[in-house]
Antibody, heavy 122, light 108 residues
């Protein structure tokens, strides 16, 4: 049974970098059938896909956030990471990591972490 | 990006009643890449349907989905107490993948 678990600081100061890690158990992140994604949820914007990273290291992100996002994989630790730079109060949200399948006609987000609340505040 | 508009915003129903939730896309979406999620307070979204009509693992058959093009529907044939939650539609056909704003199904 695959499980994902987010970790990282719950408070970040404005203009600093938000850094989160997602630890995966029950499946290897080093496989061609999965993308590893970040999604956030805030009262103002609802659910918002931020970006995804493939096992080869290629990344795809929401255009409006692209300039501030860095995503990476750590296959030795079976985890992946998100960095979001120059944060503002608008980046306050619950951040989820998730697995998106990458199979013919099966591309949905089937497993999610429990989420971590990140608040941007001075 | 594709905007998904869900209606109604809130659905007040009693256990045993049928629920019909609607999601309209701002442009045509392949039904192969359309999903519904259920979210309860304090929990992550849970996949209910993918490919517009295929139930995810562990989802009971009272949940069904239909639709194509720009209009999609999630039906719950007979509401159980555990079905009262917020439901989100999502398209993953065209990047950036987007979600609807949610429909809350509440106990009347």
């Amino acid at each position: 049974q695959m499980q994902l678990q987010e970790s990282g600081p719950g408070l970040v100061k404005p203009s600093e970098t938000l850094a989160l890690t997602c630890s995966v158990s029950g499946a290897s992140i080093n496989n061609s059938s999965s993308y590893w994604a970040w999604i956030r949820q805030s009262p103002g914007k609802g659910l918002e896909w931020i970006g995804s990273v493939y096992y080869l290291g290629s990344t795809f992100s929401k255009p409006s956030l692209k300039n501030r996002i860095t995503m990476s994989l750590d296959t030795s630790e079976n985890r992946f990471s998100l960095k979001l730079s120059s944060v503002t109060a608008a980046d306050t949200a619950i951040y989820y990591c998730a697995r998106r399948l990458s199979l013919p006609f099966l591309r949905h987000f089937d497993h999610w972490g429990q989420g971590i609340l990140v608040t941007v505040t001075s | 990006e594709i905007v998904l508009t869900q209606s109604p915003g809130t659905l007040s129903l009693s256990p045993g009643e049928r629920a019909a939730l609607s999601c309209r896309a701002s442009q045509i979406v392949s039904s192969s890449y359309f999903a519904w999620f259920q979210q309860k307070p304090g929990q992550a979204p849970r996949l209910v349907l993918y490919g517009a009509s295929t139930r995810a693992a562990g989802i009971p058959d009272r949940f069904s989905g239909s639709g194509s093009g720009t209009d999609f529907t999630l039906n719950i044939s007979s509401l159980e107490p555990e079905d009262f939650a917020v439901y989100y539609c999502q398209q993953y056909a065209v990047s950036p993948w987007t979600f609807g704003q949610g429909t809350k199904v509440e106990i009347k």
